[in-house]
């Protein structure tokens, strides 16, 4: 038999080692799993753990891969400590897709000539204003009807899916578009601009590390951001000290809602380059993992991205080279959450193996 | 009146697998534990109870396949936060995750495939009395074994023994524990049970309500049976009105589809999702009453030494 005993307190050595233990978990159950499918399991491994970061095209686009999960995961770590529980980022990210895309749409039907560099800010704005409007929602719900804020930001899923969804089969389809539900290519000054010349990576991953920095000052070196971290674990303690939990609500849900929204405006405005019922990619979820990942953490949400991107591209390649569903990475993303949750334990608790030693103990 | 007649078996047949699902989660959240997983299990549920059922060849099969595969992961939930003291949220949601991906994963080879044909379900006399027979007596048995269930967990939870255990747990696992019962292994035991009822609910969407496997297919229905738990202020009879009332709102949109209301087909699929949420938010409205009706201990994880 197991025993978990209770360490007196948290042990720091586990609490950097539960990641590393998880991911090894992951990683054999992941192998034995491709081993019973008949594939050969160290060069179907090789893809999510090797290729994402062999060379420096690569290395780029797994960059692109980590700027939505790094600003949906900031301001979800965010909320989780401040105990809000918005698990709809992904809705967040497609309203922010649905403004920021609208916005390049416009530019393109009004034929402007702006500079990248003019339209980058306006579409920051423009996901920002449609994440946090979603968000807003929740934060109304919960804060003036005490609505669940996990069921309420979760049903704004679907009518965000149904919402793009109609867009582009109706009123912003392109005409010319051999009736497929998209819309028409977004002109040339509305392109995000390219960190390096012919590599898709382009400056929204600098935006979003720069929103990692400026969310660990706030998280750390703030009082606004040390009090809202205080409402999660002690309700009571913060209700004591005046600490306001409207103002907690409002405040993390806003914040996550309108960077989910600016991770959802860059996707469609930079890769996507249009609008289409594949900007719903399941960031928005994998974010949550990244969250926990990084130990609802800003930098830890990097490593955390890392990690996640990975799996996220590994699972592409795995479905176009060997014929792997994609949801494979689905798969891996939730062993990996779930035993990293198990991992966690062991911060708080220490194994011990009790039966046999018993009748020894003194 | 004919229409209004298929309205309301409609709408009943789309209530059932909401009313089992909630009902599983009323169970798992009356012993102190919120199942965020239910979405994930709803679609390993599905997926299996559809395998099952095709190579199988009957649907009963598919049902027991279901039923074993929702109380198989939520084991492993139940594994995590009752034994490991996981945090609630985090797990169930990471149980839907990996739902949604392993389901994908294992459907691949049934998409697109069909059961064979069953014969139509008839209540004996019933089924051919005018309005009545067609409304409620030409149904699955499955609709009929939901408020057969909703009436067993009633009698459970407020006139037995075990029931009044369940309840204590729920409320104050310390108390239940001093009184020397075993609080983990009692709400490991509603957990995996809820998960068994999850499991005939997906089950029945993929194998009888559908009855094919897309991914993905559950379309929300855990979220929906959660907030079902607090619709019904954790009243198992609270939760037969609730599924019905919300397998209406699917049925009225596809029946306003059907008649040419000139509604994009986006914004009537919006409806039961929007619904769930006003929903939620006149039933919360009242902090205070939803406090006095939630169990105690919902959600927060419990430690024997303490």
Not at chain 2, 246 to 261: D, I
Request: aromatic share 10%; charged share 10%; with cysteine.
């Amino acid at each position: 038999m197991i025993r978990l005993d209770v360490r007196p307190t948290p042990s720091l050595a586990m609490s950097v080692l539960s990641p590393v233990i998880a991911l090894t978990v992951t990683v054999t159950l992941g192998g034995l799993l491709f081993l019973a499918l008949g594939k050969e399991p160290g060069r179907v491994l090789s893809m999510f753990l090797f290729e994402p970061f062999n060379g420096a095209r690569a290395l780029t686009e797994l960059g692109l891969k980590c700027t939505p999960l790094i600003l949906c995961a900031l301001g979800l770590g965010l909320c989780f400590r401040a105990n809000v529980w918005n698990i709809g980022a992904e809705g967040q990210f497609l309203m922010g897709a649905i403004t920021g895309g609208g916005l390049a749409l416009w530019v393109t039907n009004a034929q402007l000539a702006l500079s990248p560099w003019a339209f980058f800010p306006l579409v920051v704005l423009a996901g920002a204003a449609g994440g946090a409007a979603w968000a807003g929602i929740v934060a109304l719900l919960r804060d003036r009807f005490h609505a669940n804020e996990i069921l309420v930001s979760l049903m704004l899923v679907y009518v965000a899916d149904l919402l793009l969804s109609w867009l582009v089969f109706g009123p912003w389809k392109d005409p010319r578009g051999f009736n497929f539900p998209q819309t028409v290519n977004f002109s040339a000054s509305t392109e995000l601009p390219r960190i390096v010349p012919g590599l898709r990576l382009h400056w929204g991953f600098v935006f979003a590390l720069v929103a990692a920095v400026l969310m660990w000052l706030f998280m750390f070196r703030t009082y606004r951001g040390v009090r809202l971290q205080i409402g999660g674990p002690a309700p009571a303690a913060a209700r004591y000290a005046g600490f306001s939990a409207s103002s907690a609500i409002w405040t993390t849900l806003l914040l996550s809602g309108a960077l989910a929204g600016i991770a959802g405006a860059f996707e469609a405005v930079g890769p996507m380059g249009q609008l289409t019922p594949h900007v719903a990619s399941g960031y928005g979820f994998t974010a949550v993992i990244v969250a926990f990942v990084g130990r609802l953490h800003p930098i830890g949400a990097l490593l955390g991205s890392v990690v996640l991107s990975a799996l996220v591209i590994g699972g592409q390649l795995a479905q176009s080279r060997v014929g792997l569903p994609a949801s494979v990475s689905g798969v891996f993303q939730g062993i990996l959450l779930l035993s990293l949750l198990a991992c966690d334990t062991l911060i708080h608790h220490r194994l011990r193996l009790v039966g046999w030693s018993r009748r020894t103990a003194p | 009146m004919n229409e209004l007649a298929l309205l309301i078996a409609a709408t009943l047949a789309a209530g059932t697998p909401l009313a089992i699902a909630g009902l599983g989660l009323l169970l798992n959240e009356r012993a102190g534990v919120v199942n965020l997983g239910a979405e994930g299990m709803l679609l390993v549920s599905a997926v299996a109870g559809f395998a099952a059922a095709h190579d199988g060849g009957s649907e009963w099969f598919g049902f027991v396949a279901g039923a074993a595969g929702g109380a198989a992961v939520a084991a492993v939930f139940g594994w995590l936060v009752v034994w490991l003291n996981t945090n609630q949220y985090a797990t169930g949601l990471a149980v839907s995750l990996f739902g949604s991906g392993f389901s994908a994963f294992v459907g691949i080879g049934y998409v697109g495939k069909q059961l064979g044909e069953q014969p139509p379900h008839r209540v004996p006399f019933l089924a051919d009395v005018p309005f009545l027979g067609p409304a409620l007596f030409r149904h699955h048995p499955v609709v009929y074994l939901a408020i057969a269930l909703v009436a067993a967990a009633a009698w459970f939870l407020y006139r037995t023994r075990a029931g009044l255990l369940l309840r204590a747990i729920g409320e104050s696992p310390q108390s239940a524990h001093a009184l020397g019962y075993g609080v983990r292994r009692i709400r490991f035991a509603a957990v995996v049970t809820g998960g068994a009822l999850c499991g005939i609910a997906g089950a029945y969407l993929s194998v009888v309500y559908t009855p094919l496997w897309v991914e993905g297919m559950v379309a929300g229905r855990g979220w929906i049976a959660l907030a079902l738990t607090v619709f019904a202020t954790w009243r198992p009879g609270r939760i037969l009105l609730g599924a019905y009332l919300f397998g209406g709102v699917t049925m009225l949109q596809l029946h306003l589809q059907a008649r040419g209301v000139h509604v994009p087909s986006q914004f009537m699929a919006m409806l039961p999702y929007v619904s769930t949420i006003v929903v939620l938010a006149i039933i919360s409205r009242n902090p205070l009453w939803i406090r006095l009706n939630m169990p105690a201990s919902l959600g927060k994880p419990f430690f024997p030494g303490a």
